[in-house]
């Protein structure tokens, strides 16, 4: 899940919410969206290997 800040950069959240802090996990934050897609595609390869 990616979402726009306020400062124009792009954050990379989990999709699931921590039971513990009961947000999304920051899985880090790029200054543009492609470098975050390409993180994620990353993450998602990273998680099903």
């Known amino acids: 899940m990616i979402r726009r800040l306020k400062s124009g950069k792009y954050r990379l959240y989990s999709r699931k ?5 009961g947000r999304r996990r920051n ?3 790029f200054s543009t ?3 975050a897609e390409q993180h994620e595609r990353a993450v998602q390869f990273f998680k099903r290997r």
């Not at 919410?17 to 802090?21: D, F, W």
Request: charged fraction near 20%; hydrophobic fraction near 35%; glycine fraction near 10%.
């Open 17 to 21: 919410i921590n039971p513990r802090t």
């Open 27 to 29: 899985l880090g934050t």
């Open 33 to 35: 969206r492609a470098a």
